[in-house]
Protein backbone atom coordinates (compact mmCIF):
# COMPACT_ATOMS: atom_id res chain seq x y z
CA UNK A 1 0.00 0.00 0.00
CA UNK A 2 0.95 3.55 -0.71
CA UNK A 3 1.04 6.20 1.88
CA UNK A 4 -0.54 9.56 1.22
CA UNK A 5 -0.02 12.82 2.64
CA UNK A 6 -2.07 16.23 1.74
CA UNK A 7 -2.06 19.78 2.19
CA UNK A 8 -2.68 23.15 0.53
CA UNK A 9 -6.25 22.92 2.33
CA UNK A 10 -7.57 26.28 3.98
CA UNK A 11 -9.87 28.84 3.81
CA UNK A 12 -10.45 30.92 0.57
CA UNK A 13 -13.10 33.62 -0.26
CA UNK A 14 -15.98 32.36 -3.12
CA UNK A 15 -14.46 33.02 -6.47
CA UNK A 16 -10.52 32.20 -5.47
CA UNK A 17 -8.59 29.15 -5.55
CA UNK A 18 -6.48 27.00 -3.98
CA UNK A 19 -4.24 24.09 -5.08
CA UNK A 20 -4.18 21.09 -2.99
CA UNK A 21 -1.37 18.58 -3.02
CA UNK A 22 -0.90 14.58 -2.45
CA UNK A 23 2.67 12.99 -1.73
CA UNK A 24 2.58 9.47 -2.05
CA UNK A 25 5.32 7.19 -0.14
CA UNK A 26 7.10 4.60 -2.10
CA UNK A 27 8.93 4.05 -5.67
CA UNK A 28 6.23 2.45 -7.51
CA UNK A 29 4.04 5.70 -8.19
CA UNK A 30 3.70 5.29 -11.94
CA UNK A 31 2.04 1.92 -11.04
CA UNK A 32 -1.15 3.70 -9.49
CA UNK A 33 -3.73 6.12 -10.79
CA UNK A 34 -4.79 8.48 -8.14
CA UNK A 35 -7.91 10.42 -7.09
CA UNK A 36 -9.75 13.11 -5.16
CA UNK A 37 -12.56 12.88 -3.50
CA UNK A 38 -14.01 15.07 -1.03
CA UNK A 39 -16.45 14.86 1.78
CA UNK A 40 -18.96 17.76 3.79
CA UNK A 41 -20.62 17.32 6.91
CA UNK A 42 -23.54 15.23 6.93
CA UNK A 43 -22.93 13.85 3.13
CA UNK A 44 -21.20 11.02 1.44
CA UNK A 45 -17.86 10.65 0.14
CA UNK A 46 -18.01 11.65 -3.63
CA UNK A 47 -15.62 12.12 -6.24
CA UNK A 48 -14.15 14.96 -7.84
CA UNK A 49 -11.85 14.04 -10.37
CA UNK A 50 -9.20 10.89 -11.08
CA UNK A 51 -6.01 11.00 -13.03
CA UNK A 52 -3.98 8.10 -14.61
CA UNK A 53 -0.79 6.66 -14.03
CA UNK A 54 1.03 8.93 -17.12
CA UNK A 55 -1.31 11.91 -16.22
CA UNK A 56 -2.90 11.30 -20.11
CA UNK A 57 -5.95 10.68 -18.97
CA UNK A 58 -7.98 12.49 -16.31
CA UNK A 59 -11.86 12.43 -15.39
CA UNK A 60 -14.23 14.70 -13.77
CA UNK A 61 -17.37 14.69 -11.58
CA UNK A 62 -19.93 17.32 -13.16
CA UNK A 63 -19.37 19.52 -10.27
CA UNK A 64 -15.56 20.05 -10.73
CA UNK A 65 -15.50 20.19 -14.70
CA UNK A 66 -14.08 23.55 -16.29
CA UNK A 67 -13.10 25.00 -12.53
CA UNK A 68 -10.97 21.82 -11.18
CA UNK A 69 -7.53 20.22 -12.81
CA UNK A 70 -5.92 16.87 -11.75
CA UNK A 71 -2.54 16.65 -12.42
CA UNK A 72 0.16 14.44 -11.46
CA UNK A 73 4.54 15.13 -11.34
CA UNK A 74 5.39 11.48 -11.18
CA UNK A 75 9.22 12.76 -10.41
CA UNK A 76 8.13 14.13 -7.06
CA UNK A 77 5.30 11.64 -6.44
CA UNK A 78 3.06 14.29 -6.00
CA UNK A 79 -0.90 14.86 -7.68
CA UNK A 80 -2.19 17.80 -7.10
CA UNK A 81 -5.82 19.67 -7.23
CA UNK A 82 -6.19 22.71 -8.78
CA UNK A 83 -9.51 24.13 -8.05
CA UNK A 84 -10.60 27.76 -9.48
CA UNK A 85 -13.94 29.85 -9.05
CA UNK A 86 -14.70 27.77 -5.90
CA UNK A 87 -18.07 28.79 -4.19
CA UNK A 88 -19.28 27.70 -1.11
CA UNK A 89 -20.70 24.16 -1.61
CA UNK A 90 -17.21 23.18 -2.45
CA UNK A 91 -16.60 23.22 0.84
CA UNK A 92 -15.77 20.18 2.55
CA UNK A 93 -12.22 17.44 3.43
CA UNK A 94 -10.46 16.83 0.74
CA UNK A 95 -9.06 13.24 0.16
CA UNK A 96 -6.57 11.52 -2.26
CA UNK A 97 -6.57 8.14 -3.43
CA UNK A 98 -4.90 5.72 -4.74
CA UNK A 99 -5.51 2.27 -6.32
CA UNK A 100 -2.82 0.04 -8.06
CA UNK A 101 -4.10 -0.78 -11.42
CA UNK A 102 -2.54 2.72 -13.99
CA UNK A 103 -5.92 3.65 -16.07
CA UNK A 104 -8.50 4.91 -15.18
CA UNK A 105 -11.99 4.40 -16.94
CA UNK A 106 -15.16 7.13 -16.87
CA UNK A 107 -16.91 4.71 -14.89
CA UNK A 108 -13.97 4.98 -11.80
CA UNK A 109 -15.47 6.61 -9.19
CA UNK A 110 -16.87 4.63 -6.76
CA UNK A 111 -14.48 4.86 -3.43
CA UNK A 112 -14.29 1.47 -3.19
CA UNK A 113 -12.33 1.66 -6.39
CA UNK A 114 -9.16 3.07 -4.47
CA UNK A 115 -7.65 1.00 -1.90
CA UNK A 116 -5.09 3.78 -0.51
CA UNK A 117 -6.06 6.91 1.71
CA UNK A 118 -4.75 10.04 2.81
CA UNK A 119 -5.48 11.73 6.24
CA UNK A 120 -7.86 14.80 3.89
CA UNK A 121 -6.97 17.90 3.87
CA UNK A 122 -10.21 20.77 5.20
CA UNK A 123 -10.99 23.75 1.91
CA UNK A 124 -13.51 26.10 3.47
CA UNK A 125 -15.25 28.89 1.07
CA UNK A 126 -16.45 31.49 2.10
CA UNK A 127 -19.58 33.87 0.40
Known amino acids: QVQLVESGGGLVQAGGSLRLSCVAS????????MAWFRQAPGKEREFVGA????????HYADSAKGRFTISRDNAKNTVYLQMNSLKPEDTAVYYC????????????????????WGQGTQVTVAS
Open 26 to 33: GRTFTSYS
Open 51 to 58: ISWSGGTT
Open 97 to 116: AARKVPVVLPTTRSPTDFGS
